[in-house]
Nanobody, 113 residues
């Protein structure tokens, strides 16, 4: 069955960086667009970024544009999110999700001094 497993979250100081990974299995990863979505404590889901199947096209929420970079390695069935210049407002659980409608379990990112 489809599995999406996020990793790489943790505690980081403001201005720091983290790189999230999402390992995919159980479906043909390289034909689907992939998204990152986050949920801050006590708030709803916020779409963060999307990348096309080939990895050549990506889009970002205004709140992360210029700071986050989405990428993928289709040979490794893995999606990434490089997060730089992190702010306390980036504190959230980050989920990867595919066009198949499946979601991972999330990885928690906390930005705090």
């Amino acid at each position: 069955q489809v599995q999406l497993v996020e990793s790489g979250g943790g505690l980081v100081q403001p201005g720091g960086s983290l790189k999230l990974s999402c390992a995919a299995s159980g479906f043909t990863f390289n034909i689907y667009w992939m998204h990152w979505v986050r949920q801050a404590p006590g708030k709803g889901l916020e779409w963060v970024s999307v990348i096309n199947a080939g990895g050549g096209t990506s889009y970002y929420a205004d709140s992360v544009k210029g700071r986050f970079t989405i990428s993928r390695d289709n040979a490794a069935n893995t999606l990434y999110l490089q997060m730089n210049s992190l702010k306390p407002d980036d504190t959230a659980v980050y989920y990867c999700t595919s066009e198949t409608g499946d979601w991972g379990q999330g990885t928690r990112v906390t930005v705090s001094s």
